[in-house]
């Protein structure tokens, strides 16, 4: 007789997790606006006088740190509204300053230059913001050199296009991984995938500015979560709707119906407006012959390198990995070879959860300028379904091809289209393609059908 598994109790645990963490997301505005600074307020600099901050007030915050990276303390901000100055404060030692306005409305908050370390170079030092009662109020100062692009012959264009390209597909490929392996292991077609990419780049946003912590260990922390979040996906939706017969189709109509709700629920939590982070957002451009990237560019490059390296090694060499493979290639196969798949198939959420959520981070920061919006991951889901249809669907390797292609595709396409059109070109090649290969470059036809 097969044995018994604590799975349904794993299952109710993740699911009250997944609650939680959804009611803490959606009460974290209300306790960040509700919430009065502790200590005393900062002692008078010779600057004009402000007003006492009223005990009503809207706390507005955010973390100072300059282009490397480095908190920023004892630095003033203002803040003004229609010419009057209405709040003041300073950075403390980890950069992170809180002060409070009369009420809702639009302030010029204003960073003192002459309270910056000498060296730091401001890229942006005044921003207006719409404050708003109930909700998680951060303004973002930049800082580092202004990122331009110099003219450049054509070779030279193409090529920086090109490593774009590839810097792009890989940031496609990390996202769209986990949907390959989801479709391989289950036969499902996920539209809400798109949906766990937007949430992880939203929890390393509220980790990163409303908690303070740096962006690194925030995404680490928020790929935990969207593992975490994954894993409650399955147990609490998927497995069910399988045991109880429900066809691919009828899954499949379930994941956009869950698409729309997380979407939603997101732009209920977050905002409709687009966030920054607090790490990486102005950056010096360093020419590498000749191809310039900025830092964060080039590390979303190695970063993404290193993570779809370690996929492979984990699918090739570990017991794991070995056993998604074969659920892959014949789930009643390796079932009858005594293969626990209900705990491969959640494996394969969990960490097609946490590799979502790394792809929302570095596509916020190498694509959106190190912006978070609520509809990032949908924009993102069409690229992603291309990248995986045309290497192949329910191969990772196939995945990781196509979105390269992709990437390239759509980064060159700007040479010959419109900015704004610039996704047409890698559609347009995978139409091609699929005519004539319609399994995908590296799927096979007893996939298809």
């Known amino acids: 007789m097969p044995r018994s598994s604590p799975i349904p109790t794993a299952a109710r645990w993740l699911v009250g997790l997944l609650i939680a963490l959804l009611g803490a997301l959606a009460l974290s505005g209300t306790a960040a606006a509700a919430t009065a600074p502790t200590g005393p307020p900062p002692a008078p600099t010779g600057h004009t006088a402000v007003p006492a901050q009223q005990q009503d007030g809207i706390d507005v915050s955010g973390t100072l740190r300059d282009q490397n990276g480095q908190p920023l303390p004892n630095v003033r901000i203002t803040a003004e509204r229609d010419g009057a100055p209405v709040g003041e404060a300073r950075s403390g030692a980890n950069g992170r300053w809180t002060l409070s306005v009369p009420g809702p409305g639009s302030y010029l908050f204003r960073l003192d230059a002459a309270s910056l370390p000498p060296g730091t170079q401001v890229l942006q030092g005044e921003t207006t913001r719409e404050v ?6 951060t303004v973002v100062f930049r800082f580092g050199e202004e990122v331009s692009g110099a003219a450049t012959g054509g070779f030279e264009t193409f090529l920086r296009l090109l490593v774009d390209g590839i810097r ?7 996202s769209a991984v986990g949907l390959s392996l989801i479709f391989g292991t289950t036969g499902l077609t996920n539209f809400a995938h798109g949906e766990m990419v937007t949430i992880g ?16 260990p925030a995404t680490i922390i928020a790929m935990l979560i969207g593992a975490l979040l994954g894993a409650a996906n399955e147990l609490g939706i998927w497995r069910r709707l399988r045991r109880r017969g429900a066809g691919l189709i009828a899954q499949l109509v379930v994941s956009i119906g869950l698409s729309i709700a997380l979407r939603y629920l997101v732009l209920i939590i977050f905002g409709g407006r687009s966030e920054s982070f607090a790490d990486y957002t102005g950056q010096t451009v360093r020419n590498y012959g000749p191809v310039a990237l900025t830092d964060k560019d080039l590390s979303a490059i190695v970063i ?12 090739q060499k570990t017991r794991i990995g070995k056993a998604m493979r074969a659920v892959s290639d014949n789930r009643d196969l390796a079932a009858s070879s005594g293969i626990d798949v209900d705990r491969v198939v959640l494996f394969v959420w969990m960490l097609g959860g946490a590799l979502a959520t790394l792809g929302g981070v570095l596509f916020a920061l190498s694509e959106l300028s190190s912006t978070v919006q609520y509809e990032m991951g949908f924009r993102l889901l069409l690229l992603m379904f291309a990248g995986v249809i045309l290497g192949g669907l329910g191969t990772a390797y196939g995945a990781l091809l196509g979105c390269l292609i992709v990437g390239i595709l759509v980064q060159l396409s700007t040479l010959v289209l419109p900015l704004d059109l610039k996704y047409l ?19 096979s036809r007893a996939r298809i059908g």
């Open 168 to 174: 792009f597909g890989l940031v496609i490929g990390i």
């Open 201 to 216: 780049a939203v929890i390393a946003w509220f980790i990163n500015v409303g908690g303070g912590v740096q962006l690194i």
């Open 132 to 137: 708003t009662a109930g909700s998680l109020n």
């Open 425 to 443: 070109g890698g559609l347009a090649v995978l139409i091609v393609i699929l005519v004539f290969r319609p399994q995908g470059l590296l799927g």
């Open 304 to 315: 993404a390198i290193v993570v779809l390296v370690a996929v492979a090694l984990l699918l």
